[in-house]
Structure formats: structure tokens, C-alpha cells
């Protein structure tokens, strides 16, 4: 899925839109070999989102599922809601 879909979603997209995007990202944890697909997929997004689109972001996806990615090393210094 490409950053501006995932940003139209985000702002516009109906309650399916944003169930897929969650049902996407809830996968995150169910096998090795998907976390590690998804965390790298959701990497690349969060870096690329804005603040406030990173907030809203997980909001759909699940703040659980959010926090655990954001954890990681690679990105957790971008994620002023954690400190």
C-alpha cells in the first residue's frame, strides 16, 4: 500500500477503509516471517507520516499494535508520544 493511500484513508476514508487498513496491521505478531513484513511495511510508512498523521494512524490500527512497533529501536526516538 503506497503513503498517499494510506493518508487518504487516514483523513477520508470510510469505516471498510479503515477496518482493512486495521485488519492489515493486526496480522503484525502472527508469524515471524509476517511480523517481520509488516514491521518493515509500517516502518517505512511511520517515517514518511507526519505527527499528527501518526497519531491518527494509530488510532486505527490499534495503539497496542502501534506501541509495540514504535518500540523498536530504528524508529522509537520519532515518536514524541512515547517519551
Known amino acids: 500500500?503506497?503513503?498517499?493511500e494510506i493518508r487518504r484513508i487516514i483523513y477520508s476514508g470510510?469505516?471498510?477503509e479503515k477496518e482493512n487498513l486495521m485488519d492489515y496491521f493486526k496480522k503484525y505478531g502472527n508469524t515471524y516471517d509476517k511480523e517481520v513484513e509488516v514491521h518493515e511495511i509500517l516502518?517505512?510508512?511511520l517515517l514518511e507520516l507526519n505527527k499528527e498523521e501518526r497519531i491518527l494512524l494509530?488510532?486505527?490500527i490499534g495503539y497496542p499494535v502501534f506501541?509495540?512497533?514504535?518500540l523498536m529501536p530504528k524508529i522509537r526516538?520519532?515518536?514524541p508520544l512515547l517519551q
Not at 1 to 4: A, N
Request: aromatic residues 4%.
Open 58 to 60: 494509530s488510532n486505527i
Open 77 to 79: 526516538h520519532k515518536f
Open 14 to 16: 470510510t469505516i471498510a
Open 67 to 70: 506501541l509495540r512497533i514504535c
Open 1 to 4: 500500500m503506497k503513503i498517499e
Open 43 to 45: 516502518i517505512n510508512i
